[in-house]
């Protein structure tokens, strides 16, 4: 079929109807199409566009278009049936193909379910297909999902906001340049030669300081605009390793305990090797051990990249560097004084403080290692407010009141070049085996990620200065709950549904959970736990899910489990939950997560938390 042809193998006017053979070729077609009556009802559709729109062809076709596919019900300024509606009228009114540009039209929830709309943008395009005498006899509506690609456009709004900055200072420096050259105009015509020559050469050499003023500061802006996008692409990258790493962290983690277990207490038997056995059992305490430092690793390549889950609260930075300072000094050692200089009635900020307190380690550390021979660290905070020039003049910063956290050594420095790679993962210049190069690259994913900016100053010799900038907080402090510690009993032979694709993961988690007591079903995708929990005459306590999955995420496996078993809890499990569960990295409200790679001790505990009353 083509764009306005008269060849057509259809049936609504008496000719005749496309043939089986026919019917196959266009429903695998690669593209997404439906094919529709003038009346605007779905006669056939691609299995492309069915996977697409996550419909059934048996539940589509002989329904009117805007039935199968409303507007969002929860968007009030939605328009996609109203833009598709004008164009379907233009198709039949003028014959012609109608090229619709990218719409915004959300779908509705697998099989018609509970739940919200799912964001979708659509490039769609309507092609009249006409009978021997020009009648339209069905119009062909073809789609392109172009979802990733808008969200792909939204990453590059501070590159067009940059742009667009750098366009203004262009025209104000044209627009200045003309009135320079409007004024020496008029000494021309007042002037004599000489003075005309001089005044020339003065305009001329003003013009030329100026333009190369405008360079460099277009060069400047341009090359921390890279710097920003290659940090973000690595940060992606980071985020997605330490995903894949923790999974099989929580495998060896679990395994190296259950083994370490078995050995103490063949260690501890009547007719043991003990000599042998002790070996055996210190090499797998190494194991267990080399984990855990991959572990803290993983953690830390999720702070660099912005997918950590915080929990940031109202804090006062003065509070924290008090109630850390005492370890920093231990960090530090003798040989560094530590000084701090806090300045009173200092605004609040929105920030983890586990984070903040992790920022000043880290920093500790590098200038402790930067001072080997004894110096000065000093810490000091202040009320800065950020005016249009400087948030002009440096990426990701906006104007507005910040507070300002600086940290000062007294050490060797840094030369340019290092300065430049230095928010760089696993970038350092220590010796071999001293240094992971993850300190500063995790400082700057957390000031990032808490909305504020991270700069550093230094040159050889001199010292280095990292000066961390966040944004104040209008938010009202929450008060301070009392920490109860819950009591403890037996699981009282709970059943408990595990949803994994991993299969290890799965594996050593039904088996943490069946040494507790607790009874356990397992499902490796989400619709197999959906099935599951509506076939089963077992009670089911709580479902215990993987948060990304083939198919069906977890936060939909919980929705469709509670449709048919409301009372059950639900507990997420992941190592990498941001791009679900998170906005701007900050659990959604309800949402009980436990962080792979997670320990027996770790899991039992996250779960007797939620069979818990509440106080």
């Given amino acids: ?36 009556d003038p009346d605007l009802r779905i006669l056939a559709a691609s299995d492309a566009y069915l996977a697409a729109t996550r419909t059934r062809r048996d539940t589509i076709v002989g329904q009117y278009l805007f039935d199968v596919f409303p507007d969002n019900p929860d968007d009030p300024n939605a328009s996609g049936v109203a833009n598709t509606q004008a164009s379907m009228d233009r198709v039949r009114r003028d014959l012609c193909p109608d090229t619709m540009p990218v719409q915004q039209h959300d779908i509705c929830p697998v099989d018609g379910g509970s739940g919200p709309f799912e964001t979708r943008y659509w490039s769609p395009r309507n092609s009249p297909v006409l009978g021997p005498e020009g009648q339209l006899v069905y119009i062909i509506h ?21 742009t667009s900055m750098l366009q ?6 044209e627009a200045e340049i003309l009135r320079r050259s409007a004024e020496l105009a008029d000494a021309n015509r007042r002037l004599g030669e000489a003075a005309v020559r001089e005044a020339t050469a003065r305009h001329e050499a003003q013009v030329e300081r100026e333009r190369r003023q405008a360079l460099a500061e277009r060069e400047q802006l341009e090359a921390q605009l890279g710097q920003s996008q290659r940090l973000e692409s690595l940060g992606q990258l980071a985020g997605g390793v330490a995903h894949d790493f923790n999974n099989l ?12 277990e078995e050995l103490a207490a063949a260690i501890a038997g009547p007719d043991a090797d003990a000599e042998r056995w002790e070996l055996a059992h210190a090499d797998v305490e190494q194991i267990r051990r080399a984990a855990e430092r991959a572990t803290a690793l993983t953690h830390q390549l999720l702070a660099f990249g912005r997918r950590e889950i915080v929990r940031p609260r109202v804090v006062d930075l003065n509070d924290i560097v008090v109630d850390i300072e005492n370890l920093l000094r231990r960090t530090l050692g003798e040989h560094v004084q530590l000084h701090t200089a806090l300045a009173p009635r200092l605004c609040p900020v929105l920030a983890d403080p586990g984070q903040i307190e992790q920022v000043l380690v880290n920093l500790a550390v590098n200038a402790r ?18 005016d249009d020039d400087y948030a002009a003049q440096h990426v990701g910063v906006q104007p507005g009141p910040h507070v300002l956290l600086r940290v000062s050594d007294s050490g060797t420095g840094m030369p340019r070049d290092v300065i430049d790679r230095a928010f760089d993962p696993f970038f350092t210049t220590k010796p071999k085996g001293a240094g992971t190069g993850l300190g500063l690259a995790t400082v700057y994913g957390i000031i990032n990620q808490a909305g504020g900016s991270t700069r550093i100053y230094s040159e050889p010799g001199l010292g280095t200065t990292i000066t961390a900038l966040l944004p104040v907080t209008t938010a009202v402090p929450e008060p301070a709950r009392p920490v109860v510690a819950p009591a403890r009993r037996p699981p009282g032979r709970q059943t408990v549904l595990v949803v994994e694709d991993e299969e290890a993961i799965r594996e050593v988690t039904r088996r943490i959970l069946t040494r507790n007591g607790y009874e356990v079903l397992t499902a490796a995708t989400g619709a197999a736990a959906v099935e599951l929990a509506e076939r089963t005459d077992r009670d089911i306590h709580l479902l215990l899910t993987d948060v990304i999955m083939p198919a069906m995420l977890g936060r939909e496996v919980a929705e469709r489990v509670r449709a048919h078993r409301p009372h059950v809890q639900v507990l997420f499990m992941s190592g990498y939950a941001h791009p679900v569960l998170t906005s701007q990295g900050i659990l959604d409200p309800g949402v009980v997560l436990v962080d792979k790679p997670f320990s027996e001790a770790g899991l039992i505990t996250r779960i007797q938390e939620q069979f818990e009353p509440p106080p």
């Fill in 369 to 386: 290692d930067a001072m080997p021979a004894g110096g000065t660290l000093t810490i000091d905070t202040a009320n800065v407010a950020v």
């Fill in 1 to 36: 079929m083509t764009d306005g042809s008269r060849e057509v193998p259809a049936g609504a006017d008496g000719e005749q109807a496309p043939g089986p053979h026919f019917r196959r070729l266009f429903e695998s077609a690669p593209d997404a199409y439906l094919v529709l």
């Fill in 168 to 173: 203004q200072r262009t025209t104000q420096m």
């Fill in 249 to 260: 962290l929580a495998v060896i983690l679990n395994y190296s305990a259950f083994v370490e």
């Fill in 142 to 162: 073809r789609v392109e999902d172009v979802t990733e690609f808008v969200r792909l456009h939204d990453v590059g709004t501070e590159q067009q906001q940059l």
